[in-house]
């Protein structure tokens, strides 16, 4: 039996779920790799905290680049999470010839062609099946599984914190504040939770699968978030009635040869699957050209679940270099130099929108002015309330439009004196 070195950067609660997934499940381990997984030297700032996890005397250590340099040391596990710091020890790893398994989705967001074409250089190899869907193996599904399919579309669910405070918010009539309140109390949102309400986590994610998918780098700026912060439950409570529920959704597909790429709670059909993903688990429908559709669906974070698909990839790993076959999945593959990310004003949209109004003649005869001098035709209007004289919530569901249309057209309607607020619009997906 193969013996494989690891040193593990971070020692959180991934990290020590890690280390935990190796001690329990060490004979299934090799019994079905047949490799000898020895967790060698953990580096992490906090040497005295219990993780709940027992390790041998001398094996954690606060010096991360030493762990990095040990001889035995044949794969690196960076787990620190952060930007500089984590990327100049892989940079470290890599240039040493030692692959590297990460769940760091926004380095690899900011800085995976450079990485990539780093482990390229050196001839190893970048592993990073838990940076996006936690447990989920979405990247080996992309990657391998489906690498004779053109993808037509990429729809996911990619943040459970997010799930989570839409689903309570509907199922319980709970204002944002409140359900954040809640998720942060059960531990699945930060204190700051800005990265994940905000759309950040997301984008970084959708990032990675669309240049996985298309064959060039897609960079951070070229996506278009928008965040659940502040989200009315009114709204929510709309949706429902029209057949909709409201979901923070990554959406990348091919429009006209270029990739549109954005971030944004989306009203999704009820009848679709997205649909009735709830609570914190996450979900990914792939079209493919030959396949057709793909879900992958699971809990999209956790410890425990993050863990597994960090040891998947330690196999992997370690395979690799007992048998040899360096560079055998890489990671983004650039053989496709003409693709482009479309410009999000170009992106064709149709929206839900809620206009607060006076509700007497001739006010609406405006808006629907605006509306179709901007090419936006209306394919249904609500009003909820009818109170005459005072401000009552009109809700509109539009046809297909250019998102730039859009954006001209409500910036001239919310500097109408008849408006009583600014509107309210979410994006609709047909599917």
Avoid: W
């Amino acid at each position: 039996m193969k013996t494989v070195g690891i040193g593990l950067l971070g020692f959180g609660t991934v990290g020590a779920g890690v280390v935990m997934g190796l001690q329990k499940n060490k004979a299934l381990l090799e019994n079905r790799t047949g490799l000898k997984l020895e967790l060698r030297s953990i580096a992490d700032i906090d040497l005295d905290r219990d993780r709940g996890v027992s390790i041998p005397p001398g094996v954690l250590t606060r010096d991360a680049e030493a762990v990095v340099a040990r001889a035995d040391i044949d794969i690196v596990v960076e787990l620190i999470g952060g930007l500089k710091a984590a990327r100049d020890l892989i940079i470290q790893a890599l240039k040493l010839g030692k692959p590297v398994v990460t769940a760091n989705k926004a380095l690899l967001a900011e800085h995976g062609a450079e990485l990539f074409q780093l482990a390229e250089a050196n001839r190893t190899d970048i592993f990073f099946e838990a940076s996006v869907g936690g447990g989920i193996p979405l990247i080996r599904s992309l990657r391998e599984g489906l690498v004779s399919n053109h993808i037509s579309s990429i729809y996911g669910i990619l943040n459970g914190t997010c799930n989570y405070i839409l689903t309570r918010m509907e199922q319980n009539r709970m204002t944002f504040a409140s359900a954040l309140k809640e998720a942060q109390k059960a531990g699945y949102a930060e204190a700051d939770p800005a990265l994940d309400v905000d759309g950040i986590d997301t984008a970084h994610k959708a990032v990675i699968l669309a240049s996985l998918a298309y064959g060039f780098n897609v960079s951070m700026q070229e996506v278009g978030v928008e965040g659940i912060r502040g989200l009315d439950a009114l709204d929510l409570r709309y949706a429902l009635e029209l057949g909709y529920r409201i979901k923070m959704l990554a959406v990348i597909e091919q429009e006209n040869g270029d990739v549109a790429v954005r971030v944004c709670p989306t009203l999704v059909p009820m009848q679709h699957i997205l649909a009735s993903v709830s609570g914190v688990f996450n979900a990914v429908l792939i079209e493919g050209d030959e396949v057709g559709d793909v879900l992958c669906y699971g809990k999209g974070a956790g410890r425990d679940s993050t863990a597994s698909a960090i040891l998947s990839d330690v196999v992997d790993a370690g395979r690799n270099l007992v048998f040899h076959a360096a560079r055998r999945a890489p990671g983004f593959v650039g053989y496709n130099p003409l693709g482009k990310v479309k410009a999000v004003g170009e992106t064709d949209v149709r929206y839900y929108l809620r206009l607060t109004l006076p509700d007497r003649p001739g006010v609406f005869g405006q808006i629907a002015t605006i509306l179709g001098r901007h090419g936006i035709s209306l394919a249904s209007v609500l009003q909820k309330e009818n109170m005459a004289g005072r401000q009552v919530p009109i809700i509109i569901i539009t046809h297909h439009g250019k998102e730039k249309a859009f954006r001209a057209a409500l910036d001239e309607l919310d500097a109408l004196p008849v408006v009583g607020a600014k509107t309210v619009r979410f994006r609709i997906e047909d599917f």
